[in-house]
């Protein structure tokens, strides 16, 4: 541990020539303690810069320069800032730096090898929270049979918003699982009784619990009733703690109407449950249920049977120019306004693809105008991502003939809902006055000239 004597009379020996960044360990486990006390004593708020300058006794300026991690400043800061959330400032905690850096460059050498892809780390410093779907997500967590749905494209960072949640509910004791319904292979989904066994298996092992279908499916019952009853008398049971489980890619059910049908009723059956007064009632009102998917939902489901109409939903847009400027600045390029105008005209705030940009151009591999230039060639940085979009409508030829409409037509152009919500949840395509356009200059560019 570092006293603050200590890093002082290293500081004054050195004539405040040199001063110190977060690392990315540091600040991961300072913005951890911050959330951990914002939600036991700020009510799940995050602290906004003037409660932690009252907190700290540190100025909103430092606080802001200690945060955004690109300009040094003095080791002291660094000590009680990290004492007001009861840590100890460490070795591996900081980085020190000339204070006279133009960028933030230095900085981010260590901290970022290869370019953001999948779920961020908790806490990472290139993770941008998005109001207010953080606060609602942490906050419904904690609803007795609470129902969250998360729906955004793919790559917008549904994932990374979940980790936030699961690390937050296991902070609370809960019991986590997480089960993508991408695993389910062909033969998992040729039948409802067969998806409802895996699913039960799954949750099982993820909590690590022998599974018991043996004892509690009853093939005279039904599937659903046998499923109901695994969760009711074995997963939910076993532990008086609630259980946080999350359903990640549930379109993949949609192109399965009948088994979409029974077992979405089903979901919906068990949020009644926990919100009727029934003896079982409190059983399944230990039962958080996430369900995440990437597609508006099209199957013709009953109202009364649907988990679709009920609960709270999250919706994770794209990334403002504001919020594109925010990133530039962690990234440590100046003037960030100009990046994030730039980069929103290319990308429209597709979060996967400017993290992608900001990477590469923080590292210098590529300017801005670089970014659609040979656009078709494997040297183009969103080759490998543009290749992804391009063999996903290879393999769904009707898309493949939507997306080709639409990058034809200036206007934007009426599509069926089924084709419009599955180009939109792979974030093809947005909507303007109710027509189809591509999301982007770079979607627009690329597939007018491979889909010609």
């Not at 606080?63 to 690109?70: A, D, E, S």
């Not at 946080?244 to 109407?257: G, I, K, R, W």
Request: hydrophobic share 40%.
């Amino acid at each position: 541990m570092i006293s603050p004597d200590d890093l002082f009379a290293q500081s004054s020996s050195q004539k405040r020539r040199r001063g110190v960044i977060l690392s990315s360990q540091g600040w991961q486990r300072l913005q951890a303690a911050e959330q951990l006390s914002a939600a036991r004593d700020n009510g799940g708020n995050h602290y906004t810069l003037e409660q932690l300058s009252d907190r700290t006794g540190i100025s909103t300026k430092t606080l802001t320069k200690v945060r955004r991690r690109l300009t040094p400043i003095d080791s002291p800061t660094l000590v009680i800032y990290f004492q007001a959330f009861g840590l100890s400032l460490e070795e591996d905690d900081f980085i020190r730096q000339e204070p006279d850096q133009n960028t933030g460059q230095a900085v981010l050498t260590g901290l970022l090898q290869a370019p953001l892809k999948g779920q961020l780390p908790l806490d990472s410093p290139f993770y941008l929270y998005r109001p207010p779907a953080e606060k609602l997500f942490l906050r419904e967590i904690f609803q007795p049979g609470a129902l969250i749905r998360i729906r955004a494209s793919r790559q917008f960072g549904k994932t990374s918003l979940i980790a936030k949640g699961l690390s937050q509910g296991q902070e609370y004791g809960y019991r986590t699982a997480v089960v993508s319904l991408q695993l389910a292979d062909s033969q998992v989904l040729g039948s409802l009784n067969q998806f409802l066994q895996w699913l039960c298996v799954m949750v099982s092992r993820s909590l690590g619990l022998p599974h018991r279908l043996d004892e509690f499916w009853h093939p005279l019952f039904g599937s659903n009733y046998s499923c109901t009853d695994y969760f009711e008398s074995y997963l939910l049971s076993t532990s008086e703690s609630p259980l946080l489980l999350v359903l990640d890619e549930v379109n993949v059910l949609f192109s399965h109407q009948d088994l979409a049908t029974d077992f979405f009723g089903m979901l919906r059956a068990w949020y009644e449950h926990a919100r009727h007064s029934t003896g079982t009632s409190e059983i399944w009102q230990r039962l958080r249920l996430v369900i995440v998917y990437s597609t508006e939902v099209f199957l013709p489901l009953n109202i009364h049977q649907s988990p679709f109409n009920v609960g709270l939903v999250i919706e994770l847009p794209a990334f403002t120019q504001e919020q594109v400027e925010e990133l530039a600045i962690r990234y440590g390029l100046k003037p960030p306004e100009d990046y994030a105008q730039k980069l929103i005209n290319i990308v429209g705030g597709n979060p996967y693809l400017t993290q992608l940009a900001l990477f590469h151009l923080s590292q210098k591999l590529v300017n801005l105008d670089q970014l659609l230039a040979n656009i078709t060639t494997p040297e183009n940085i969103f080759h490998s991502h543009l290749r992804q979009q391009l063999g996903y409508l290879e393999q769904h030829p009707h898309l493949k003939a939507a997306m080709e409409q639409v990058v034809i037509s200036p206007q934007g152009i009426e599509l069926h809902p089924s084709k419009a919500f599955k180009l939109q949840g792979v974030g093809l395509i947005r909507f303007h006055n109710q027509f189809a356009i591509p999301s982007c200059h770079l979607y627009q560019k690329y597939f007018s000239q491979v889909l010609k």
